[in-house]
């Protein structure tokens, strides 16, 4: 059996379609969507994805500021700026790019973030809010995972999803929404010992590590749906995941590509996550991720 596709672009384009149709009823009642984005450095990959990230804002009718800081930005800087953009009407969502010069503490400043804009779902008031099921902002990466599992209309009850990866941004955030699905979720990481045992187990498996082919055929469950969040290169410079792609497709039952899969859907839920918050303040916002 060949798997078949989650293409996260095809979903990508009709969740963003959804997004301009919403952004410009907010505009017509005289509230403008705006995105701030912030970067500190020249970290070229968060060069690419920071003008990824304004230019979907640009596309959906979302208003957008870039702010590039110097990489020798202090953090007291750094924090008054966050400070200024929290106060600012015209901006629902804010975004610091990550990572962050070594002498600015990272978290010190998401915290900085006002959670009604932490857009990101990085603060701890927005973590807090997933564990228990309040209302806040998901994460975008696992946000997104979510959405390609309900566009194949999976339904996780019961099932046993196993998680590869334990970062706040992507692993620990995915078990917790998988869990509120009623799903069985098994979090596997770095001292995990024989990961194979767990994975053939598993009815889902997201793979979210950082390094090629962490998952494998023989690790695959026949029929299992899994989703990469990895973004690696391989050995010819070619955009991969986690997955090996090749060998996994012929058992699976649905898979996400690398490129094409998690990486547009983590774009399109930031856009989702800001154009609820600017609904929120303009109170027409539904009340939680979903
Ligand atoms: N760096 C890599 N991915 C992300 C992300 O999703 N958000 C932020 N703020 N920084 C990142």
């Given at each position: 059996?060949?798997a078949?596709?989650?293409d996260?672009?095809a979903?990508?384009?009709?969740?963003?379609?959804?997004?301009?149709?919403r952004?410009?009823?907010?505009?017509?009642?005289?509230t403008?969507?705006?995105?701030?984005v912030?970067?500190?450095?020249?970290?070229?990959a968060?060069?690419?994805y920071?003008?990824?990230?304004?230019?979907?804002?640009?596309?959906?009718?979302?208003?957008?500021?870039?702010?590039?800081?110097?990489?020798?930005?202090?953090?007291?800087?750094?924090?008054?700026?966050?400070?200024a953009?929290?106060?600012?009407?015209?901006?629902?969502?804010?975004?610091?790019?990550?990572?962050?010069?070594?002498?600015?503490?990272?978290?010190?400043?998401?915290e900085?973030?006002a959670?009604?804009?932490?857009?990101?779902g990085?603060?701890?008031?927005?973590?807090?809010?997933?564990?228990?099921?309040?209302?806040?902002?998901w994460?975008?990466?696992?946000y997104?995972?979510m959405?390609?599992?309900d566009?194949?209309?999976?339904?996780?009850?019961?099932k046993?999803?196993?998680?590869?990866g334990?970062?706040?941004i992507v692993?620990?955030p995915?078990a917790?929404?998988?869990?509120a699905?009623?799903?069985?979720?098994?979090?596997c990481?770095?001292?995990t010992?024989?990961?194979?045992?767990?994975t053939?187990?598993?009815d889902?498996?997201?793979?979210a590590?950082?390094?090629?082919?962490?998952?494998t055929?023989?690790?695959?469950?026949?029929g299992?749906?899994?989703?990469?969040?990895?973004?690696?290169?391989?050995?010819?410079?070619?955009?991969?995941?986690?997955?090996d792609?090749?060998g996994?497709?012929?058992?699976a039952?649905?898979?996400?590509p690398?490129?094409?899969?998690?990486?547009?859907?983590?774009?399109?839920m930031?856009l989702v996550?800001?154009l609820?918050?600017?609904?929120?303040?303009?109170?027409?916002?539904?009340?939680?991720?979903?």
């Open positions: 059996m060949t078949r596709l989650i996260g672009n979903l990508s384009q009709q969740l963003r379609a959804d997004v301009a149709a952004a410009a009823a907010l505009r017509a009642r005289g403008v969507p705006g995105l701030a912030v970067l500190v450095g020249d970290n070229p968060s060069q690419v920071v003008r990824n990230k304004v230019k979907a804002c640009e596309d959906n009718g979302l208003h957008s500021v870039l702010e590039r800081h110097p990489a020798d930005l202090a953090e007291d800087a750094l924090l008054a700026r966050v400070d953009l929290n106060r600012d009407p015209a901006i629902h969502g804010i975004l610091v790019q990550l990572p962050l010069p070594a002498h600015i503490d990272a978290q010190k400043v998401i900085a973030i959670p009604e804009k932490d857009v990101d990085f603060h701890v008031a927005s973590a807090g809010a997933l564990m228990t099921g309040s209302a806040g902002f994460p975008c990466t696992p997104g995972c959405k390609m599992l566009s194949i209309g999976y339904d996780l009850r019961g046993h999803a196993v998680v590869i334990r970062s706040n692993g620990k995915m917790l929404m998988l869990l699905r009623s799903a069985t979720v098994t979090v990481h770095s001292a010992a024989d990961l194979g045992a767990f053939r187990q598993a889902v498996v997201v793979a590590v950082g390094k090629r082919n962490v998952l055929a023989d690790m695959v469950k026949p299992a749906v899994v989703i990469d969040v990895g973004m690696n290169r391989d050995d010819a410079g070619k955009l991969c995941g986690d997955v792609f090749a996994v497709r012929e058992v039952g649905w898979i996400t690398v490129p094409g899969g998690v990486g547009p859907m983590t774009i399109t930031l996550n800001t609820e918050s600017a609904e929120r303040a303009a109170g027409s916002g539904t009340s939680a991720s979903t």
